[in-house]
């Protein structure tokens, strides 16, 4: 990885691929060869540099003609209204750059906690990882974990340090804590000169005189030789070092190229956006040590009917299995589906088949459609350059289809499939919203499934017992984003107070009279029933009886009289919510020969259970959900004791496999409505958390 040799191709690359807002002229980077792909996510907490560093490296090979500003609203990445707003990224996004002969598919990705789903969308579309940690800034708990994950399915990894020539900058402190948070294998390729002039690569030294001298520059030499040694498969290389043979560096070099390659070495740049330090030796990085899509295994797949299938290779010519990594609604190209192709190509014209699988639950019903692929393009940022096809590895950007969401797989009509989606969040704050008038409501209705089809880490519920429409989402930040989406489409709504669905119930025996009697000529109605209710234990729902001796109501009536008691269940006998939980038996009534029908015993068995409300105690029930919590150690005793802060009961805790450990609880929904913000309040950003509905109990005075 020469940075002479890198830095000559930069300058000589740039086939300008162009970003909408500064007008750069130039024409789409389209791949013919998967070796010659490299799709890299840059991750990272907030404001970290990401954004910036892309700007960087776009300007670096020519494909932009200046970088641009994020106060501004001008950089390649955040061209969301949204992100613009917050000056933060709050979506995944893709910019081409051309190194030598080699594409890169620079993916970046939000930062923030909120938006871990498009950040799990952007890991999902790459071969690769760039954590880029500031040199003037700690290392937030959120990244430490994601690291962890990262490591989990051993995917390639490499630190950059930014913002090198910020006054607070530490270059060595940042190492340290580098290898605190992530290992000992984090290592450091290249050290900053005196000034930050420039870089000194660690393996090649210098010999440059008028370079101000590196102190340390020997012993991290030795400190990356002995790393490589460690991860080589040459068994010989320790004992001749040891020996104090001279190590060939192109030997060295490969074996590190290897090592990174294959995720268990991982080195470090120091670099700055705005003076352009170490950007060659980053991209050098980018081309000959991060894997291409040849060295990582494809996603499984599997046959419509859920039956598994042969593992696919990143082979251009081979059967086309593609996915949706995330979807966009442009105002002129209608929806825009971000693609990574993983086998086969996409070519433009063709007849495709569209899938979607296991987000149901989300709002996101099962579909398939045959669809045609009519435009095709290179995606850098929001601007769109049409190209022909996307070979195996590559990523390209679709209009115009009508079904496709965000996790869909893109198949042959002729022979379609299924791609194993990735984990997606699951979002856990509730946001009660609805339209300011009728007519807005009609267009939240339209607007809601589109915003809902671009971001799977948005469920829409609406609720049978309120009758609200709860979007539930991954916390504030995020909502806001939901929000302005659906008024930027001209609607307008307005948030609400989540209002948490209770249920009512008897909470001692009583009795009533249902008398329905209206005659007043002709063809009237007459119902008369009494009624014993009693309480039922929780969660034994209703129970009706038949007591009726003589006759005194017929048979057909008697359904009728628990089709009323039943209904008015429903609506409520004191705050308006569910009664469950009891016990109703009839024991006598009166009919008429005439007037008496099914209508009118439903409405006197309404008036029965109601006037038996009236008699008795009545208990408000709130429901109670089973919560885990999964937190690092040292938050242990915080989590426990917010918690019972929140009415929460807990239940136990248990390892959780090395990684902290998972609190059980029982807690009211009520206490947490807010908690998915709270809880990384208190973790900072460290913890999460899971629930299920679990029962309804009595609700405190």
């Known amino acids: 990885m020469s940075a002479k040799g890198t830095r000559e191709t930069a300058k000589g690359s740039g086939t300008g691929t162009p970003e909408a807002k500064r007008s750069d002229s130039g024409s789409a980077l389209a791949a013919s060869d998967p070796a010659r792909i490299r799709n890299v996510a840059l991750v990272g907490h907030s404001a970290a540099g990401k954004s910036m560093l892309v700007e960087a490296l776009l300007a670096a090979t020519g494909a932009i003609s200046r970088m641009g500003s994020i106060s501004e609203g001008t950089t390649v990445s955040d061209s969301d209204p949204s992100a613009i707003h917050q000056q933060r990224s709050v979506t995944m996004s893709v910019a081409p750059i051309l190194v030598g002969d080699v594409k890169v598919n620079l993916i970046d990705t939000p930062g923030y906690t909120d938006f871990t789903g498009e950040l799990r969308a952007g890991l999902r579309a790459a071969d690769a990882a760039l954590f880029v940690v500031s040199a003037v800034d700690g290392i937030d708990g959120a990244t430490i974990a994601l690291w962890g994950e990262c490591e989990k399915v051993r995917m390639p990894r490499a630190v950059v340090l930014s913002k090198l020539d910020h006054p607070r900058a530490d270059f060595s402190a940042a190492v340290v804590r580098c290898q605190e948070a992530f290992g000992e ?58 020996g104090g043979e001279e190590l060939p560096l192109m030997d060295l070099i490969k074996d590190l190229e290897t090592a990174v390659a294959r995720g268990s070495f991982f080195p470090v740049i120091p670099t700055s956006a705005e003076t352009g330090l170490g950007l060659p030796e980053l991209m050098a990085l980018l081309t000959d040590a ?17 039956s598994s299938l042969k593992a696919l290779e990143c082979d251009p010519t081979g059967r086309l299995a593609a996915e949706v990594v995330r979807t966009t609604v442009d105002p002129f190209l209608g929806r825009v589906c971000l693609v990574r192709v993983f086998s086969g190509t996409l070519r433009e014209d063709s007849s495709i088949h569209v899938g979607g699988r296991g987000l149901a639950d989300r709002g996101h019903d099962d579909h398939d459609a045959d669809e045609r692929v009519t435009h095709l393009y290179s995606p850098v940022g929001s601007s769109l350059k049409a190209v022909p096809q ?23 009509r002729e022979a379609p499939l299924l791609i194993e989606t990735w984990n997606m969040p699951e979002p856990l704050m509730p946001i009660a919203i609805e339209g300011a008038s009728r007519s807005d409501e009609d267009a939240l209705a339209k607007s809601i499934g589109k915003v809902a089809a671009a971001d799977p880490t948005l469920r829409l519920e609406r ?112 705050a308006g ?29 309404a008036l029965a259970l109601r006037e038996a409300a009236a008699a008795a105690k009545i208990q408000l029930l709130e429901p109670v959900s089973s919560v885990v919590v999964s937190v690092p150690d040292d938050y242990v005793g915080a989590v426990m004791s917010d918690l019972s ?34 809880l990384r ?16 109990e009595p609700l405190p005075k």
Not at 390 to 412: F, N, P, Q, R, W
Not at 517 to 546: M, T, W, Y
Request: hydrophobic share 40%; charged share 25%; glycine share 12%.
């Open 185 to 242: 294998s984090v290592l450091p390729l290249y050290l900053p000169a005196s000034g930050n002039a420039r870089l000194v690569g660690v393996l090649e030294g210098t010999d440059d005189q008028d370079l101000p001298p590196v102190a340390d520059v020997e012993e991290a030499r030795g400190t990356l030789i002995e790393g490589i040694i460690a991860e080589s498969e040459d068994e010989t290389l320790m004992d001749r070092y040891l």
């Open 290 to 306: 991060l894997p291409s899509p040849l060295e990582r295994i494809t996603p499984a797949v599997m046959k419509l009917d859920g």
């Open 390 to 412: 996307c070979i195996a590895g590559d990523i390209c950007a679709i209009s115009k289809l009508a079904s496709a969401e965000t996790g869909d797989t893109v198949s042959d």
């Open 463 to 574: 609720n049978q017992d309120t009758h609200q429409l709860i979007l539930w989402c991954m916390g504030e930040a995020h909502a806001e984003v939901v929000l302005d989406r659906l008024r930027n489409q001209g609607v307008k709504l307005q948030t609400v107070d989540v209002i948490t669905p209770l249920r009512e119930t008897f909470a001692s025996k009583a009795v009533g009279h249902g008398r329905h009697v209206k005659q007043s000529g002709g063809h009237g109605q007459f119902a008369i029933c009494d009624i014993e209710v009693e309480p039922l234990g929780r969660g034994e729902g209703f129970a009706f009886n038949d007591k009726i001796v003589g006759g005194a109501i017929p048979g057909t009536f008697v359904t009728s009289v628990e089709k009323g008691v039943r209904s008015q269940m429903l609506k409520g006998v004191s």
């Open 577 to 605: 919510f569910p009664v469950v939980d009891i016990k109703v038996t009839l024991v006598g009534g009166k009919t008429h020969s005439v007037d008496s029908s099914d209508a009118a015993f439903q409405a006197a068995g």
């Open 645 to 678: 802060g929140r009415r929460g009961r807990v239940t136990g805790t248990t390892a959780a496999d090395g990684e902290g450990t998972e609190i059980s609880a029982e807690v009211p929904d009520q206490e947490l409505l807010r908690y998915a913000i709270e």
């Open 681 to 696: 309040a208190l973790t900072a950003g460290t913890g999460r958390f899971r629930r299920s509905y679990l029962r309804h």
